[in-house]
C-alpha cells in the first residue's frame, strides 16, 4: 500500500498570507494525487485533483503541484474561510485508495 | 441538486451488524462507480470498499474484507454497505462518494455522513 505523510500537523498562519502544505508518498504516486478541505462538522470537499488541477468551484488562491512522491498544496492569501483540515489522497495504486493523515490549517 | 444522502447508522453491540443506504438525486447515478470512506472520531479519512457502475466488482478495506459487502440498485439510485461482524474500531462517520467516469478515482461529490457507534 502507498502511506501518504502530511506536513505539517498543524499550520499556523495569519489571514492574508500564503500557505505551504506538503504531502509525501511512500512510492509513487505518478500525477494521481487529489485535496480535500474538511470544515468542523462537514464533509469533506474535492479542491484539487491531477496534482494540479482545481475541481469546479474552487477559487484560484488554491493551487496544487508536484508529481512522484512530492506534492504541495499552496494556499496564496489565506481568507477566513480556508482554516480547515486538509487531506491529500493517492489513487494511482489501488486499492486502497490512500489519504495522508491530514493538516490542521489554524489561524495564527 | 447533486446529493448523496446517507441513513441506517446507529448505535450497535460488537458482532452486530448494520445496512447503510445512500440515496442518490440531481444525476444519473447507474454511470458512476461509487464509495465508501469512513472517518473515526477526531481521525482522518479512510477508504472503505468500492463499487463499479453495473455492481459488478468490487474491492475492499483490508480491515473490512470478509465482513463488509458494497452493493447498489441502479433503479433505486441507491448504493448499500451491509457490515456485519462489527468491532470497535469500526465506529465512526461513514460517508458515501461518487467516482465519475469522466474522471476515474475522483471523489468529487461525499455525503454528509452517516455515524454509526459500535459499543457494549
Known amino acids: 500500500d502507498i502511506v501518504m505523510t502530511q506536513s505539517p500537523a498543524t499550520l499556523s498562519v495569519s489571514p492574508g498570507e500564503r500557505a505551504t502544505l506538503s504531502c509525501r508518498a511512500s512510492?509513487?504516486?505518478?500525477?494521481?494525487l487529489a485535496w480535500y478541505q474538511q470544515k468542523p462538522g462537514q464533509s469533506p470537499r474535492l479542491l484539487i485533483y491531477?496534482?494540479?488541477t482545481r475541481a469546479t468551484g474552487i477559487p484560484a488562491r488554491f493551487s496544487g503541484s508536484g508529481s512522484g512522491t512530492e506534492f504541495t498544496l499552496t494556499i496564496s492569501s489565506l481568507q477566513s474561510e480556508d482554516f480547515a483540515v486538509y487531506y491529500c489522497?493517492?489513487?494511482?495504486?489501488?486499492?486502497?485508495?490512500?489519504f495522508g493523515q491530514g493538516t490542521k490549517l489554524e489561524i495564527k | 441538486e447533486v446529493q448523496l444522502v446517507e441513513s441506517g447508522g446507529g448505535l450497535v453491540q460488537p458482532g452486530g451488524s448494520l445496512r447503510l443506504s445512500c440515496a442518490a438525486s440531481?444525476?444519473?447515478?447507474?454511470?458512476?462507480?461509487m464509495h465508501w470512506v469512513r472517518q473515526a472520531p477526531g481521525k482522518g479519512l479512510v477508504w472503505v470498499s468500492r463499487?463499479?457502475?453495473?455492481?459488478?466488482?468490487?474491492d475492499y478495506a483490508d480491515s473490512v474484507k470478509g465482513r463488509f459487502t458494497i452493493s447498489r440498485d441502479n433503479a433505486k439510485n441507491t448504493l448499500y454497505l451491509q457490515m456485519n461482524s462489527l468491532r470497535d474500531e469500526d465506529t465512526g462517520v461513514y460517508y458515501c462518494?461518487?467516482?465519475?467516469?469522466?474522471?476515474?478515482?475522483?471523489?468529487?461529490?461525499w455525503g454528509q455522513g452517516t455515524m454509526v457507534t459500535v459499543s457494549s
Open positions: 463499487i463499479n457502475s453495473d455492481g459488478a466488482d468490487t
Open positions: 512510492q509513487s504516486a505518478g500525477s494521481s
Open positions: 491531477g496534482a494540479s
Open positions: 440531481g444525476f444519473t447515478f447507474s454511470p458512476y462507480w
Open positions: 462518494v461518487r467516482d465519475p467516469p469522466t474522471v476515474p478515482e475522483l471523489f468529487d461529490i
Open positions: 489522497q493517492q489513487y494511482n495504486n489501488w486499492p486502497p485508495y490512500t
